[in-house]
T-cell receptor, first 110, second 114 residues
Framework: GQSLEQPSEVTAVEGAIVQINCTYQ??????LSWYQQHDGGAPTFLSY????GLEETGRFSSFLSRSDSYGYLLLQELQMKDSASYFC???????????FGKGTTLSVSS | ETGVTQSPTHLIKTRGQQVTLRCSSQ?????VSWYQQALGQGPQFIFQ???????GRGNFPPRFSGLQFPNYSSELNVNALELDDSALYLC?????????????FGPGTRLTVL
C-alpha cells in the first residue's frame, strides 16, 4: 500500500519561512508532487521531484530524499495569500495515479 | 487555452439515487483522473482514463463508474448513493504520455447526499 504523512497545521507570520514535511511509504516510487488548495478552490500544481535534491520555483522550493522517503516544501517570504492547504502526493508516472496526503493547513498572519 | 471545467457546481441527492458528474478536460489532454475529497482530507483517487480506456482504479466499489469520450470529456457515475458519498468530486486532466504528476484540476462538484 501507499501512505503519506504530513503535519495537519502550520502557522506563520508574513515574511517568514515555513517548511512542510512529508514522509511516504510506497510500493514503487515515481516522484513527489506538491499541490496548493485554497478554501473552496481546485488544487493547483506547485512542484515535482523525481530525483534527490532541491527544486526551486520562485518563493517555493521542494526537496526530496528518496533514501529517507522524505520530502519537504519550503515557502519563503510568506504572504497572506499563501494561506491554504498544501498536499504532497506520490506517483505520477504515465498511467499511474496520484496518491495524496491528508494535507497541511497553512495559516499566515500579519 | 480553456481550463478544466466541471458541471454541475453543486448537487443534492437522496440515498439510493444515481448521479452523473461531467468534466471537460483541458485542451490537448488525453488523460483524466477523478478524485473524491471529503472535508478536511486529501483527494482520494477513484479512477483514471487514458484515451477512453480505464487504466487505473482506486479503492472504490463498482457502483462508481466512468466514461471518457473521443473529445476527452468524461463522466463519473455513482449508483445507489450513500450518505458517505457526500464530498467534493474533482476531475483532473493531464497529458498522459509525459507523466501525470502535473494534473490540472477542475473546480469540482459538491455532492450532498441526504
Amino acid at each position: 500500500g501507499q501512505s503519506l504523512e504530513q503535519p495537519s497545521e502550520v502557522t506563520a507570520v508574513e515574511g517568514a519561512i515555513v517548511q512542510i514535511n512529508c514522509t511516504y511509504q510506497t510500493s514503487g516510487f515515481y516522484g513527489l508532487s506538491w499541490y496548493q488548495q485554497h478554501d473552496g478552490g481546485a488544487p493547483t500544481f506547485l512542484s515535482y521531484n523525481a530525483l534527490d535534491g532541491l527544486e526551486e520555483t520562485g518563493r517555493f522550493s521542494s526537496f526530496l530524499s528518496r533514501s529517507d522517503s522524505y520530502g519537504y516544501l519550503l515557502l519563503q517570504e510568506l504572504q497572506m495569500k499563501d494561506s491554504a492547504s498544501y498536499f504532497c502526493a506520490v506517483g505520477g508516472q504515465a498511467g499511474t495515479a496520484l496518491i495524496f496526503g491528508k494535507g497541511t493547513t497553512l495559516s499566515v498572519s500579519s | 487555452e480553456t481550463g478544466v471545467t466541471q458541471s454541475p457546481t453543486h448537487l443534492i441527492k437522496t440515498r439510493g439515487q444515481q448521479v452523473t458528474l461531467r468534466c471537460s478536460s483541458q485542451s490537448g489532454h488525453n488523460t483524466v483522473s477523478w478524485y473524491q475529497q471529503a472535508l478536511g482530507q486529501g483527494p482520494q483517487f477513484i479512477f483514471q482514463y487514458y484515451r477512453e480506456e480505464e487504466n487505473g482504479r482506486g479503492n472504490f466499489p463498482p457502483r462508481f463508474s466512468g466514461l471518457q469520450f473521443p473529445n476527452y470529456s468524461s463522466e463519473l457515475n455513482v449508483n445507489a448513493l450513500e450518505l458517505d458519498d457526500s464530498a467534493l468530486y474533482l476531475c483532473a486532466s493531464s497529458l498522459g504520455t509525459s507523466g501525470t504528476y502535473e494534473q490540472f484540476f477542475g473546480p469540482g462538484t459538491r455532492l450532498t447526499v441526504l
